[in-house]
């Protein structure tokens, strides 16, 4: 099981943060100090495993971005790899050639994209056409209800002109 | 409309935060927003309400507290449109954790979303209850959970399906509802159906053995089938990754049979062709494709037997570690160490390889390799092995070392063919990490060389050697001044070489000169200074020619500010100077210490959990206690001739245990001994007004880490993260006493009574009894009895408890004792260590004889163990 997923820039600035096992707010962020300071100093030849408080974390570098996600000791790591990449495809794909200021200014959207992907710390959904369908419906759905609220209102701006 | 919260979008926020140069510009920007927020939130203003809350999202991940925030999650929850609802489950999952109590308000929104028209929405409330649900959730929406799993859309069944994983790691008793629909779920064509139904079912056998037969029974073919068909399905561009058709279905599927076929040769005969066809079919030159044999390979090593099966599978690990790619490497040692219990010798093989792995430039590899070769090692490879470890110490990077050195030192201690090439690899590891060496480790190495008269010699000789070219080592330092002191003839005078040596001159004013080294090295600790001095005290009487030296440089501490040199300098110097008669006898070689008595203790102290300093008050460092108490004993009684040498290791360590207390000239060898030492720990423990620790007279590792904490709280500490020791080596003190008091060795579940203190006037008896529902409580009827012919009135007992004891004092039956007669009292204590720790108490009594107080004070620490 993933008990969490965190993307951290490589000057150790959180982009996204999800828990899928219970940690309380002060945990989290020791958390997040702990494992960016050991990643972020990692070498780029060495293995993407860390072991850490008797979990391992797995995690790759995207550019300026480290991917991290925490799992138990008998998961099978490649397949992590894999699930990251995996994300990072459908990122790729949703921003059209992500880049991390796209995460900044939308990180609601890589939040709402990695909820079709992993739900309770398990995979959801191993097509990325799927995914991407899944949620451009929502992203409709979001539009159209925009578009009725601006039409309401300038019905109601020009009833009351 | 609130004029400050319509001011800044998200993105302006987001913008603003990042051109914030400073953390303290930065901090002001979020204030004024949470600010703006905030009123926001207080107007109650719909408009801006999600807008509000990627704002405080986008905050919370900067890591600042959002918690006003919580109750709008719900609100936009509630509210009907699907934008607010996205944005409400979001900062639900984002700023909520289970654990919260709001939560619980949410779980009506929840069921009422389940059953909303708009299948997305049924999908956020889906994700949102999978990812922070709770057990309570998880009971209530159990049944909405099962109904979703037949949802006419997939998207929704691959949702329900993992909510039901969640709910049942939160409540397995819910699993038996969803073994029908699990199984249904196996049945499907839709790949993310697939995927979360067989996780499901996996779920469900972990937690039930009843639905793991029925699944074993019924499912088993069809997910061979599924396997099969996926594993030689055409190229499906929307599945495909590196040439592989959906890795993830694969590795789901393997896992499931994995779980399918353990301990069932049947379900595992089944699947032993689809095994073999994945284990030899699939690419390996992709990470998608190793994955899948990595899990592959899992599978196999733990269905039932298959000889072929298991070759192809080592075949595999063995690809896997010459492979270059460090994660490939990675698995396989973490594969091998799991498939040593299934085929040890297969294993076996790559040991070169494997020892290659602990040199790499990574952590991760070295640790799994280092934990690996541990396992590997046996009698008939411990010696090249060893041998290239520890030449791999010299060049290891700092972090390593540690963990290196523990591990070489625990492989040569438990497969050495012979001694002396134990006591060689010791001083190989002690010359090169000896600042890494555990406390136990080398007092396990002074104890063996103890037991091998053969080899003393051989062994100072050694030391004497490495001393000179690695003195900066502390541990190596003890035990060559602790060798030294013991055997300096032998040093000297070249006894009992071995054939294999190269003869060394040294002369009796050069063995002088390196303990003098050694006491004066600005590096070394109190423990070897003191140990040092002992050395020179030995080596006074073995070499008179040097006494007039050793005398200087024993003289030389008589002004440190350290008590124990101090006093060991005053003491030492004494017995040079005026007891020249007696010193000989005093200092006379350590009787040899006894093996099982020492490893017996070092397995009871658990040596990976209790800090280090826990073990030194059983171990050698007694023997320099020993040596320091001995000339003691003499000092205060010099009418008697020499004191018999102990015999018995376990009159050592009680004798060392005396040494604690021989500061205190009252100190009668006796019964009483055993419960001063305990009670000096009691009167720490209290600390009611006792000097602080460090006034023991003893060389002990727990006293010295003492020193440092002068405050009662910090001894406090100190003493309690080394109870575990503390009592069991009061219990091995009155175990070699002989004749125990019966009342101890009492563990029976009826408790006797005990004398719990007796003076000439006073007798304190406690009858102890013990509710079978509250073990951890124990009842105490106390009965005061006046041996005197006087009456006393105003009697007061009162008693202390250390922290872990809870004491509840009942008033006594009366508060005056006639003559020769007597009063009851009861109390209650309750052990919250119970078992790990016995009951101690402190107590005082007051009373008036004639109108004169009288106050009597007494620890009592003979409780029956176990209460």
């Not at chain 2, 799993?149 to 994983?165: H, T, V």
């Not at chain 2, 003195?471 to 054939?499: F, H, K, P």
């Not at chain 2, 070499?543 to 030296?549: A, D, H, L």
């Not at chain 2, 003492?706 to 709280?713: A, E, I, Y």
Request: aromatic fraction near 6%; charge should be negative; include cysteine.
């Amino acid at each position: 099981m993933i008990h969490f997923v965190l993307l951290v820039s490589r000057q150790g600035k959180v982009r996204l943060t999800k828990w899928y096992s219970p940690y309380a707010q002060k945990e989290r962020s020791k958390v997040i100090r702990e494992l960016s300071g050991v990643i972020l100093n990692r070498g780029p030849k060495l293995c993407n495993f860390v072991e850490w408080r008797g979990y391992k974390v797995v995690y790759k570098r995207y550019a300026s971005l480290y991917f991290c996600m925490c799992i138990d000791q008998e998961d099978n790591e490649l397949e992590v790899l894999e699930i990251i990449h995996h994300y990072v495809e459908i990122l790729d794909r949703y921003f059209g050639s992500v880049c991390e200021l796209d995460l900044i200014f939308n990180f609601h959207k890589a939040y709402y994209i990695l909820d079709e992907l992993l739900i309770a710390g398990e995979l959801q959904e191993s097509s990325k056409k799927t995914v991407a369908r899944i949620i451009s419906a929502q992203d409709q759905l979001v539009e159209a209800a925009k578009e009725e609220a601006s039409s309401i209102s300038n019905i109601i701006a020009q009833a009351t002109k | 409309m609130n004029p400050f919260s319509s001011g800044t979008r998200l993105s302006d926020m987001i913008r603003a935060i990042r051109a914030s140069k400073t953390a303290a510009e930065e901090r002001a920007v979020v204030r004024k927003e949470c600010a703006a927020i905030r009123a926001s939130i207080n107007e109650n203003d719909q408009d801006y309400r999600h807008r509000d809350l990627a704002k405080l999202m986008f905050i919370h991940m900067l890591g600042y507290p959002t918690h006003f925030g919580q109750m709008e999650c719900l609100k936009l929850i509630a509210s009907p449109g699907f934008p607010e609802k996205r944005i409400g489950y979001l900062g639900l999952m984002l700023l909520l954790d289970e654990r919260q109590e709001v939560l619980m308000l949410v779980t009506n929104s929840l069921k009422q979303d389940m059953n909303h028209t708009n299948q997305y929405i049924v999908g956020l409330a889906l994700c949102a209850l999978g990812n922070i649900c709770s057990a309570e959730m998880a009971r209530d929406l159990a049944p909405e959970v099962e109904r979703l799993l037949q949802f006419r859309d997939p998207n929704i069944r691959k949702k329900a399906a993992l909510c039901a994983i969640r709910i049942i790691r939160k409540v397995p008793d819910l699993s038996e509802n969803f073994i029908n629909p699990g199984a249904a779920l196996l049945k499907e064509k839709h790949h993310g159906v697939l995927i979360t139904g067989v996780h499901l079912c996996t779920e469900i056998c972990s937690v039930s053995s009843e639905a793991l037969e029925y699944f074993r029974k019924k499912c088993t073919e069809g997910l061979v089938r599924t396997l099969r068909d996926i594993a030689n399905s055409p190229y499906s561009p929307e599945y495909d990754v590196a040439g592989i058709t959906d890795p993830f279905l694969h590795i789901r599927l393997l896992k499931l049979l994995r779980v399918l076929g353990q301990g069932d040769a049947e379900a595992s005969d089944c699947m032993n062709d689809i095994l073999a066809q994945v284990a030899s079919k699939t690419e390996s030159n992709k990470n998608a494709g190793n994955a899948i044999l990595y899990e592959c390979v899992q599978t196999i090593m733990s269905i039932e037997e298959n000889g072929g099966l298991r070759v192809l599978a080592i075949n595999i690990l063995g690809k896997f570690l010459s492979n270059r790619d460090n994660n490939i490497r990675y698995v396989a040692l973490n594969m091998l160490m799991r498939a040593l219990t299934v085929d040890s010798q297969a294993v076996q093989r790559h040991r070169a390889t494997i020892l290659e792995c602990v040199k790499d430039s990574d952590a991760s590899i070295q640790k799994r390799a280092l934990e690996l070769i541990y396992l590997l090692v046996n009698e008939n490879n411990v010696k090249p092995l060893a041998k290239d470890l520890i030449e791999y110490l010299e060049v290891s990077d700092e972090d390593f070392k540690g963990d290196l050195t523990a591990k070489i030192c625990s492989i040569v201690e438990k497969f050495a063919p012979e001694k002396i090439w134990y006591i060689d690899q010791m001083l190989k590891v002690l010359s090169e990490a000896g600042t890494y060496v555990k406390e136990d480790v080398w007092h396990a190495l002074i104890v063996v060389i103890t037991n091998a008269p053969d080899l003393h010699g051989y062994a100072v000789r050694a030391l004497y050697r490495a001393l000179h070219t690695s003195s900066e080592q502390e541990t190596l330092v003890r035990v060559a001044i602790w060798c030294i002191g013991e055997y300096a003839d032998l040093l000297v005078n070249n006894a009992g070489m071995l054939e294999v040596e190269d003869p060394i001159t040294v002369t009796e004013s050069d063995a002088v000169d390196i303990v003098e080294i050694a006491i004066k090295h600005h590096t070394s600790d109190v423990t070897t200074k003191a140990m040092a001095l002992i050395a020179l005290l030995k080596i006074s009487s073995r070499f008179p020619s040097c006494s007039e030296r050793v005398k200087s440089i024993i003289g030389q501490n008589k002004g440190s500010f350290v008590l124990e040199l101090q006093q060991r300098s005053l003491e030492f110097s004494s017995v040079i100077q005026k007891h020249q008669n007696i010193r000989s006898s005093l200092v006379e070689r350590m009787p040899v210490l006894d093996e099982a008595t020492f490893s017996g203790r070092r397995a009871g102290s658990l040596p990976a959990s209790v800090p280090t300093s826990g073990k030194s008050s059983l171990g050698i460092p007694n023997g320099v206690a020993k040596a320091a108490a001995a000339p003691l004993v003499d000092l205060l009684d010099l009418s008697s001739d020499d004191t018999p040498a102990p015999t018995s290791s376990s009159n050592n360590f009680l004798q060392d245990l005396l040494g604690v207390d021989l500061t205190q000239p009252s100190a009668q060898p006796g019964t009483m001994q055993p419960s001063q030492a305990g009670a000096d720990i009691l009167l720490d423990l209290l600390s009611i007004g006792t000097p602080a620790p460090v006034q023991n007279g003893s060389t002990n590792g727990d006293l010295l880490s003492m020193q440092d904490n002068n405050t009662p709280l910090a001894s406090l500490d100190t003493i309690s993260s080394t109870s575990p020791t503390a009592p069991s080596s009061m219990m091995d003190l009155l175990d070699g006493f002989g004749p125990t008091p019966p009342k101890i060795e009492d563990k029976g579940p009826a408790y006797p009574s005990i004398v719990a203190f007796e003076s000439s006037s006073l007798k304190i008896e406690f009858n102890l009894a013990k509710q079978p529902e509250t073990p951890q409580t124990t009842d105490i009827e106390a009965k005061f009895t006046n041996l005197t012919p006087n009456v006393y009135t105003d009697f007061l007992f009162q008693a202390a408890v250390p922290k872990f004891l809870q004491l509840h004092l009942d008033p006594a039956s009366s508060n005056s004792l006639p003559a020769n007669g007597s009063i009851k009292q009861t109390m209650r204590v309750t052990n919250s260590q119970q078992g790990k720790k016995p009951i101690v108490m402190r107590m005082r009594v007051g009373y008036k004889i004639n109108g004169k107080d009288v106050l009597e004070e007494g620890q009592i620490n003979n409780f029956p163990r176990g209460l």
